[in-house]
């Protein structure tokens, strides 16, 4: 078989291990060739390719980003209907299709295979926001990098008795807050799906200046207080006119600092949670989601997504997949405020 494959949406650290897994077991084992599509679903639409052979992967599950690029193109809202890409594909011999993505690339491709393109998915996202696996790979860098800027922030925090506010990524769900705060021993962690009061959070700042420490909260970028809208808007406007959005640790620390009179600094990781090498952890996942997909392809199982379910990786209906959002249940946030303040 003839397979291509595509990276699309936010980039994630483990895409080029998916791929370099894909290659050299569908190679070895199957004796498959494979292409890669040019950024995401842009190169599926407009027949964007690139050659796979085995030593372009040689090396590659240690590289961030990904070799064939990304981009949140929708392949229904750029002119590339099921009819479109399917004379793509026969134009260059593909049989199948290995979408590598998240949610919006995921629901995309269970819609083509409802269609009837022959694709199978692989779950990708630093926000392990996707149902249906117990991890996605890229969440472990996420959280890895994040709590190392929680212990550097902790140090300087005491040097001057400082309150700090790390905002992490997380647009709408809480995981890497959730994990990267307990790793670091934050003192609040702030995630969208549990409503907080700044009277809560500046509590837990004032019981952990009243011990003489320094106060660390962690937010997900996601977060709004009770009282804000969602877009947090109120921030003003940007020199085109458009709402300012996120920033909610910008927001937080001069709030924390008006009500407790800590001195307070707001720090936002940003993409460097998504940049570089990643994690062993994520390396062996995506390693074994390239492989099983390959598997999934080589069986004809179309329309499904390769999963972790315990150590077990397996597969499942992209459909079950994106049906909601993994959301923090309340009771995981709940045991880790036990320990706040
Ligand atoms: O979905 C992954 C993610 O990294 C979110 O955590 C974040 O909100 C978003 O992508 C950022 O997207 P962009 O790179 O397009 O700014």
Request: hydrophobic fraction near 40%; charge should be negative; include cysteine.
């Amino acid at each position: 078989m003839r397979i291509g494959i595509l990276t699309s949406g936010g980039d994630c650290p483990g895409l080029n291990a998916v791929i370099r897994g894909a290659v050299l077991k569908g190679d070895r084992v199957y004796g498959h060739e494979f292409v890669g599509f040019r950024w995401g679903w842009k190169g599926v639409v407009e027949g964007d390719l690139m050659e796979l052979p085995r030593h372009r992967v040689r090396g590659l599950s240690k590289e961030g980003g990904t070799i064939l690029g990304s981009s949140r193109t929708n392949p229904y809202e750029a002119g590339g209907g099921p009819e479109n890409i399917q004379k793509v594909l026969d134009k260059n011999g593909i049989d199948a299709i290995i979408a590598i993505g998240g949610e919006g690339t995921l629901a995309a491709a269970r819609r083509l295979s409802d269609d009837g393109l022959k694709i199978v998915g692989v779950p990708k996202t630093i926000d392990n926001d996707l149902q249906a696996t117990d991890y996605t790979f890229g969440f472990d860098t996420a959280v890895g990098i994040a709590t190392e800027a929680i212990d550097r922030l902790r140090t300087t925090a005491e040097s001057h008795q400082r309150c700090m506010v790390v905002e992490v990524m997380g647009r709408y769900v809480g995981w890497i807050a959730l994990h990267a705060g307990m790793a670091g021993g934050a003192h609040a962690i702030l995630i969208p799906e549990v409503s907080t009061t700044i009277e809560q959070i500046c509590e837990w700042v004032e019981s952990v200046r009243d011990r003489g420490r320094a106060p660390v909260i962690v937010v997900s970028e996601g977060f709004h207080l009770p009282t804000m809208d969602g877009a947090h808007s109120h921030k003003g406007l940007d020199p085109f006119g458009r709402p300012l959005l996120g920033g909610i640790a910008d927001i937080l620390a001069p709030m924390i600092e008006e009500r407790t009179g800590i001195e307070s600094r707001a720090t936002v990781i940003g993409h460097i949670q998504r940049g570089g090498a990643p994690s062993a952890f994520d390396r062996v996942l995506a390693t074994r989601f390239g492989m099983a997909a390959v598997d999934a392809v080589t069986e004809a199982r179309w329309g499904t997504m390769v999963a972790l379910r315990g150590t077990d990786v397996v597969d499942v209906s992209i459909t079950e997949a994106t049906r909601s959002l993994n959301s923090v249940p309340r009771r995981r946030w709940e045991e880790a405020a036990l320990l706040f303040g």
